[in-house]
């Protein structure tokens, strides 16, 4: 393990610098003893032409796997793309009922970090919101290996617990790189379709003051992710 991945012994603080890292569990002290009960409310969307969306909730936090595999099964559940949901149907159900029953008795422990979560149907959710008009941009890889201290899955679970609030968002998702496409689906990037709460189920191209994430952080950045102050 590298060396600034500092194990250290369990007391009774509140507060833990970022690189304190449990030495069971082998994952920040921060989220170990973080409440795992808060509600992140997300607008979730496909990198294909039907830009369709809906809402999806997530309460638990486990990792960047685990994330989209949330995004997509709702999505899916929501039935707002027929052809989605038939695809996971299909193809993923089965996975996700059993990752769902694996998880069920231990979600709110720590022990959830011990498990591994198989890949999921997308490699990639980007993940924005502006807050106080500072756009904030996040761009989750699965299975990269890192240790999660090195992914932006870290820092858009930090942003949460800043928060202080049992429920946060709305946040906008596009699920993007999917392991697997439905045939014939093109995909384009929402990202360069302005995205709008205001029609229900369908992205609006109404003017909205998020940059495009080409803009704001390439695909070589180290960690994937920025937040930018003042708004745009």
């Given at each position: 393990m590298p060396s600034h991945l500092k194990r250290i012994r369990e007391d009774t603080r509140e507060e833990w610098m970022d690189n304190e890292v449990h030495r069971h569990y082998n994952m920040p002290m921060i989220i170990v003893r973080a409440k795992p009960h808060i509600l992140m409310r997300c607008n979730v969307y496909r990198d294909t032409t039907s830009l369709l969306k809906t809402s999806v909730s997530i309460n638990k936090w486990i990792n960047t796997e685990y994330f989209i595999w949330e995004m997509s099964a709702g999505l899916a559940?929501?039935?707002?793309?027929?052809?989605?949901?038939?695809?996971?149907?299909?193809?993923?159900?089965?996975?996700?009922?059993?990752?769902?029953?694996?998880?069920?008795?231990?979600?709110?422990?720590?022990?959830?970090?011990?498990?591994?979560?198989?890949?999921?149907?997308?490699?990639?959710?980007?993940?924005?919101?502006?807050?106080?008009?500072?756009?904030?941009?996040?761009?989750?890889?699965?299975?990269?290996?890192?240790h999660i201290i090195y992914t932006s899955f870290w820092h858009l679970w930090k942003s949460v617990l800043k928060a202080e609030s049992p429920t946060v968002g709305p946040f906008d998702v596009a699920l993007k790189l999917p392991s697997h496409t439905p045939a014939r689906e093109d995909p384009i990037d929402p990202w360069n379709t302005s995205l709008s709460n205001d029609a229900p189920g369908v992205v609006s191209r109404e003017n909205v003051s998020y940059l495009r994430w080409d803009g704001a952080c390439s695909d070589s950045a180290p960690l994937d992710f920025t937040c930018l102050s003042g708004g745009v």
């Open positions: 559940d929501s039935g707002v793309n027929p052809q989605w949901t038939e695809f996971f149907e299909q193809q993923y159900k089965q996975t996700w009922v059993q990752i769902q029953d694996e998880f069920e008795s231990i979600a709110d422990l720590p022990e959830r970090f011990l498990h591994k979560v198989p890949s999921p149907p997308f490699q990639v959710a980007e993940v924005r919101i502006t807050a106080d008009r500072s756009p904030c941009y996040w761009r989750l890889r699965a299975n990269t290996g890192r």
